[in-house]
């Protein structure tokens, strides 16, 4: 009886808690918006664009915790060879020039830098789908690479053998890929595949490059969607989530459904390499760093394993770290000011440690045991 009454206790301070947190917010938001709204709203048109791209990276998170119950921390990090895969492929073999030199030369028009620039827009997406294309397909042939060397022989191993793995692997492909045979250590700028059409909504400024991360994103959700309820290999995949054992009785390949989920996760991490190169066109091999921390703190906070929470998730953790750049910033009693750039990242993980003292499962997660 007594501790019935200390967890109800603590119930209600929690969720009064949580009750004041989100009317403060609610405030906030009001005053933000009053004061300068044009400036509120930019803000959240830029938290749109990261938190889509975040989505793409949670997914994967999500799904491989799903299916293996592990934590793939490598995952920020072939992120960052699908930057990288598509940034050669444009500047190296102008990959995105490919349609429109193909239709020129079938019009018996030579392609010139000066005809390509004025090609139809058709051939300008057809151009960044295939650099897309190719990294996605890229990254897919890595992660199963990754988990058939790394993961695989762990596969019955303690699961803090399999967590320390995935941060070594993680380690060697940041390290690895900073030889100058491979990448090279230093910035690059990127080049985008297309060119960047800005509007202006009642000030706000909204461009061409957030209409295709939005529309890739809600495609590529769609059809992960599709493919995990309405296929045979996504109820193999669910089935080998479920229970392990029965799934291979069933007569279900089990490792070769690991690998394909892993495939899976890395050619949507893969996409969102492009995407996010597009957005913020500099790349290295550090990249993938703190948008793959990010993205795994909004799986998290959607719900480990739960896919629309990982969406829900990411656009969360996109608008918090939007507001706490355009809005947030914090006098020091010495004068000095940190900016809400300086801060953003301090903010993301302490939702992240707030979400596993309220509600370790996530805003979507639904409380489970553990399964083999």
Same mark, same amino acid.
């Given at each position: 009886?007594?501790?019935?009454?200390?967890?109800?206790?603590?119930? %209600? =301070?929690?969720?009064?808690?949580?009750?004041?947190?989100?009317?403060?917010?609610?405030?906030?938001?009001?005053?933000?918006?009053?004061?300068?709204?044009?400036?509120?709203?930019?803000?959240?048109?830029?938290?749109?664009?990261?938190?889509?791209?975040?989505?793409?990276?949670?997914?994967?998170?999500?799904? @491989?915790?799903?299916? @293996?119950?592990?934590?793939?921390?490598?995952?920020?990090?072939?992120?960052?060879?699908? /930057?990288? @895969?598509?940034?050669?492929?444009?500047?190296?073999?102008?990959?995105?020039?490919?349609?429109?030199?193909?239709?020129?030369?079938?019009?018996?028009?030579?392609?010139?830098?000066? #005809?390509?620039?004025?090609?139809?827009?058709?051939?300008?997406?057809?151009?960044?789908?295939?650099?897309?294309?190719?990294?996605?397909?890229?990254?897919?042939?890595?992660?199963?690479?990754?988990?058939? =060397?790394?993961?695989?022989?762990?596969?019955?191993?303690?699961?803090?053998?399999?967590?320390?793995?995935?941060?070594? @692997?993680?380690?060697?492909?940041?390290?690895?890929?900073?030889?100058?045979?491979?990448?090279?250590?230093?910035?690059?700028?990127?080049?985008?595949?297309?060119?960047?059409?800005?509007?202006?909504?009642?000030?706000?400024?909204?461009?061409?490059?957030?209409?295709?991360?939005?529309?890739?994103?809600?495609?590529?959700?769609?059809?992960?969607? +599709?493919?995990?309820?309405?296929?045979?290999?996504?109820?193999?995949?669910?089935?080998?989530?479920?229970?392990?054992?029965?799934?291979?009785?069933?007569?279900?390949?089990?490792?070769?459904?690991? /690998?394909?989920?892993?495939?899976?996760?890395?050619?949507?991490?893969?996409?969102?390499? #492009?995407?996010?190169?597009?957005? +913020?066109?500099?790349?290295?091999?550090?990249?993938?760093?703190?948008?793959?921390?990010?993205?795994?703190?909004?799986?998290?906070?959607?719900?480990?394993?739960?896919?629309?929470?990982?969406?829900?998730?990411?656009?969360?953790?996109?608008?918090?770290?939007?507001?706490?750049?355009?809005?947030?910033?914090?006098?020091?009693?010495?004068?000095?000011?940190?900016?809400? /750039?300086?801060?953003?990242?301090?903010? =993301?993980?302490?939702?992240?440690?707030?979400?596993?003292?309220?509600?370790? %499962?996530?805003?979507?997660?639904?409380?489970?045991?553990?399964?083999?």
């Amino acid at each position: 009886m007594k501790d019935t009454a200390i967890k109800l206790l603590l119930r %209600t =301070v929690i969720w009064s808690l949580i009750l004041i947190v989100v009317t403060v917010i609610i405030v906030t938001v009001a005053r933000l918006i009053q004061r300068n709204p044009v400036y509120f709203f930019q803000q959240v048109i830029n938290g749109l664009q990261l938190g889509f791209v975040y989505a793409l990276i949670a997914l994967g998170y999500t799904m @491989v915790y799903g299916v @293996v119950r592990l934590i793939n921390f490598a995952h920020g990090d072939v992120f960052m060879v699908g /930057s990288f @895969v598509s940034f050669y492929a444009i500047t190296r073999y102008q990959l995105h020039l490919w349609p429109a030199s193909i239709y020129y030369r079938i019009q018996g028009i030579i392609p010139t830098p000066e #005809v390509l620039s004025q090609a139809p827009v058709w051939t300008t997406i057809l151009g960044t789908v295939l650099v897309m294309l190719l990294s996605m397909v890229t990254c897919g042939f890595l992660n199963i690479i990754i988990e058939r =060397v790394a993961y695989k022989p762990l596969r019955n191993a303690p699961r803090i053998a399999a967590l320390i793995t995935a941060i070594g @692997v993680s380690f060697f492909l940041e390290y690895f890929t900073a030889l100058g045979f491979v990448f090279g250590p230093d910035y690059y700028t990127y080049v985008r595949p297309m060119p960047v059409i800005a509007w202006n909504i009642g000030g706000v400024a909204v461009s061409n490059i957030l209409v295709v991360i939005i529309i890739s994103t809600i495609l590529l959700l769609v059809l992960l969607q +599709y493919i995990v309820t309405r296929t045979k290999i996504g109820k193999a995949m669910r089935a080998s989530a479920f229970d392990k054992p029965t799934a291979r009785l069933m007569g279900i390949n089990v490792d070769m459904i690991i /690998s394909f989920t892993f495939a899976l996760g890395a050619i949507f991490a893969g996409a969102a390499g #492009v995407l996010y190169a597009i957005a +913020y066109p500099q790349i290295i091999t550090f990249v993938g760093i703190r948008p793959g921390l990010k993205a795994f703190v909004a799986a998290v906070l959607g719900g480990i394993g739960n896919i629309p929470g990982a969406f829900v998730g990411s656009l969360i953790m996109g608008q918090a770290e939007a507001m706490t750049i355009g809005f947030f910033s914090v006098t020091l009693p010495g004068g000095e000011v940190l900016a809400g /750039s300086t801060l953003r990242d301090a903010i =993301v993980f302490a939702i992240l440690i707030l979400v596993f003292l309220t509600r370790p %499962t996530g805003i979507l997660g639904r409380r489970e045991g553990e399964k083999a």
